[in-house]
């Protein structure tokens, strides 16, 4: 119900078939996007020397368009999420709209500098496909940070949710785990060593035990110092 | 956990004037003064409570600096993360608060006598408990948030999407009903099953007294730690740290592989080699057991902390890295409404 500020009438909006357009405005500066990436480069998963390598190529700032739809399904309040244009960005094919302050978008909507994609699926294509009875539907813009950057010669795409930083990716430069398993191997054996002989032969065998307690302590150190980049920030071409 | 934890609404009596309270999950009240009753009816189902946030920022960031100093995060944290930007905001919770019943029945095994024999004891509780059950109403996205825990002091104002930043509602009302009452029944049956060993019938529903959608405030502090950007989370009522990213601690990384490995190696040297000493004797074969049990676990816990420490996450964050702390349960029992029956 709407009741207009100057008369004083009371009109019934029937939401079932309007299409409401909302945005989600950016939380996270540029700067911060930055570091964000530069903080999921030094994680566990990645290839250790990422953070001083990887040199972001692209950075940009955009609204990407996704159709929100709130049905009746079997007498249950349903909300599905459709992709309003097509795209093979990371994180855009689970479709779940990030959390954030929802405004009206409008005209007069500020973007903060942002591109504003514009959908290239019309709606209509998607209410064949639906089940249930239309409560409301929506697009929804939502922040992202695009970015493209560049390790040893390939080059890769990651994606940062402009309002709660979780940055999303496909592939990505990895680290394996078997310089982990070698250091702590070398480790067990020496300790295991210790441990037989310091009973069946001499105890003083028993000091193998501390010898792969600080070379595994040693290699380790190796295994997870990371090389320092020349720059503080990440270094943008 | 108290009673207090409900919320207490005041309201004008509709025929006397005077002022009277109602709780969360209540369909009648009785005014004290004139002692009318009247029924509450609320639109779509659910209410909308907001909660006054009480910690300033001030407090926030005292709290995130001393959060820096905890855990297995890097030593000089404390000292050389630069805090870049603090701001309050609001997110919404589903909150069911329910009678969670259950008959659950079953067996406990016990050991007795001189021979240590096994015995079966038949089991059977009855569950009759009220449970609050709370989840994100959006996508928690990189916040790490899914549960909230509403504090004895806080209190409820009037719903205002004006004032500070206040996420949407983007996930569905009906299905977070159904997902709540399912993991009370779930925690009911759960309850009814903790002292026995094997649960060969179980049956469990539940009663909906109130549901809620809250708005519950935080505090979102970024900071920055050789030029990377990480976040905590501080509850807008308590104060609490309760979710965040930190860089983790390199030396105690490298500790964990030297500790991990050379203690387990060890630990089943002893028993390897008490058993080529004693040629098999029950002695050697028991320390060796014991010695590979605790090499696992061992090597489990020290291979996690080396492997993934790089980044320590606390609260309900997705990724690699090494939780620490403790995740915030999307049920919780009130105890005083307890009304259960164990044979």
């Known amino acids: 119900m709407a009741t207009c500020p100057f008369c004083g009438t009371v009109t019934y909006i029937d939401r079932s078939s309007a299409l409401f357009f909302y945005l989600l405005p950016f939380s996270i500066e540029e700067s911060a996007a930055k570091g964000i990436f530069k903080r999921w480069t030094a994680g566990p998963a990645q290839a250790k020397d990422l953070e001083s390598t990887a040199k972001i190529t692209k950075l940009t700032k955009e609204f990407f368009p996704v159709f929100r739809f709130r049905r009746t399904v079997n007498g249950k309040e349903t909300v599905f999420a459709k992709p309003a244009k097509g795209t093979l960005l990371p994180g855009m094919q689970d479709l779940t709209i990030p959390p954030g302050n929802t405004v009206v978008y409008d005209a007069k909507t500020s973007t903060g500098g942002a591109e504003v994609i514009q959908p290239d699926i019309t709606l209509d294509s998607y209410l064949p496909e639906l089940t249930g009875t239309s409560i409301d539907q929506a697009l929804v813009y939502f922040p992202i940070y695009e970015i493209s950057y560049d390790y040893k010669g390939s080059s890769y795409q990651a994606v940062i949710d402009g309002s709660s930083g979780a940055v999303y990716t496909t592939s990505s430069p990895t680290r394996s785990s078997g310089a982990y398993v070698a250091v702590m191997g070398l480790a067990f054996v020496l300790g295991l060593l210790g441990g037989v002989l310091g009973i069946m032969v001499n105890p003083i065998f028993f000091v193998l035990i501390i010898a792969g307690f600080f070379a595994g302590k040693l290699l380790a150190s190796k295994v997870v110092g990371r090389e320092k980049p020349a720059d503080a920030g990440v270094k943008v071409k | ?343």
């Open chain 2, 1 to 343: 956990m108290s009673e207090a934890q409900k919320i207490l609404v005041s309201m004008t009596c509709p025929s006397c004037g005077g002022q009277v309270q109602c709780e969360e999950g209540e369909d009648l009240v009785l005014c004290k003064f004139c002692e009318s009753v009247f029924a509450l009816t609320t639109d779509e189902g659910s209410n909308k409570v907001m909660y006054k946030m009480t910690v300033d920022k001030d407090k926030a960031l005292a709290k995130v600096k001393a959060w820096f100093g905890t855990g297995p995060k890097a030593k000089d944290l404390p000292n050389t993360a630069q805090v870049t930007e603090a701001y309050p905001l609001y997110l919404p919770f589903w909150r069911l608060i329910a009678r969670g019943k259950a008959c659950v029945c079953g067996i406990e095994e016990q050991r007795t006598g001189k021979d240590n024999q096994k015995v079966e004891i038949p089991r059977e509780a009855l569950i009759n408990r009220e449970y609050i059950y709370s989840e994100i109403a959006c996508e928690a996205g990189d916040l790490g948030i899914q549960s909230i825990v509403i504090p004895d002091r806080a209190e409820a104002i009037s719903y205002d999407d004006q004032e500070i930043v206040t996420f949407g509602v983007t996930s569905s009302r009906d299905a977070a009903y159904e997902v709540g009452g399912k993991a009370i029944s779930q925690m009911a049956v759960k309850d009814g099953s903790g002292r026995m060993t094997k649960v060969y019938f179980s049956k469990s529903f539940f009663f909906p007294k109130a549901f809620t959608l809250i708005y519950y405030p935080f505090w979102i502090v970024r900071y920055t730690y050789e030029g990377r950007t990480y976040f905590a989370t501080v509850d807008g009522i308590s104060a609490h740290v309760v979710s965040g990213r930190a860089p983790g601690n390199a030396g105690s990384q490298s500790t964990s592989a030297g500790i991990g490995g050379a203690v387990s190696g060890g630990a089943v040297g002893l028993g390897l080699g008490l058993v080529i000493a004693t040629q098999g004797a029950d002695v050697g074969v028991g320390v060796l057991v014991v010695g590979v049990v605790a090499a696992i676990a061992l090597i489990g816990y020290f291979y996690k902390r080396f492997r993934y420490g790089d980044e320590i996450l606390e609260g309900a964050l997705n990724g690699k890295g090494l939780k620490s702390g403790r995740t915030q349960e999307k049920v919780q029992s009130i105890h005083n409404e307890t009304y259960d029956y164990f044979k």
